[in-house]
């Protein structure tokens, strides 16, 4: 019912800023939650922010101030902001929603971009 696809992955240097967008094709209705997850190389899917789509923000403690979630005045896009980007933010970063509400958990979001890769380095 919903096709996720992200973009604006690339290369960038520490320190920098990205901003990756996900395409939704699809109804977001007022109570579905569309969230950022990340995913290092040998390790688990973690949350990154996440939205109700009537407003309320969510982020991982350690990126709040660093990264903001939002979406554009179409709400046919969302995306994820990136500041003073670190190496340990290097990962593959997904686009993800659910109908069912909020949810941190990477099993309760139903719906999956195919991830875009972030690489900090110098």
């Known amino acids: 019912q919903l096709e996720l696809a992200e973009s604006g992955g690339e290369l960038v240097e520490p320190g920098k800023s990205l901003t990756l967008s996900c395409t939704i094709n699809g109804r977001m209705y007022s109570s579905s939650f569309l969230a950022w997850f990340r995913q290092a190389l040998s390790e688990e899917r973690k949350f990154v922010a996440g939205?109700?789509?009537?407003?309320?923000?969510y982020y991982e403690d350690s990126l709040k101030g660093r990264f903001t979630i939002f979406k554009d005045g179409a709400q046919n896009t969302a995306h994820l902001q990136m500041n003073n980007l670190q190496i340990e933010d290097t990962a593959v970063y997904y686009c993800?929603?659910?109908?069912?509400?909020?949810?941190?958990?990477?099993?309760?979001?139903?719906?999956w971009g195919q991830g875009t890769q972030v690489t900090v380095s110098l």
């Open positions: 939205m109700r789509w009537n407003g309320n923000k």
């Open positions: 993800a929603a659910s109908r069912k509400g909020y949810s941190r958990t990477s099993r309760d979001l139903e719906y």
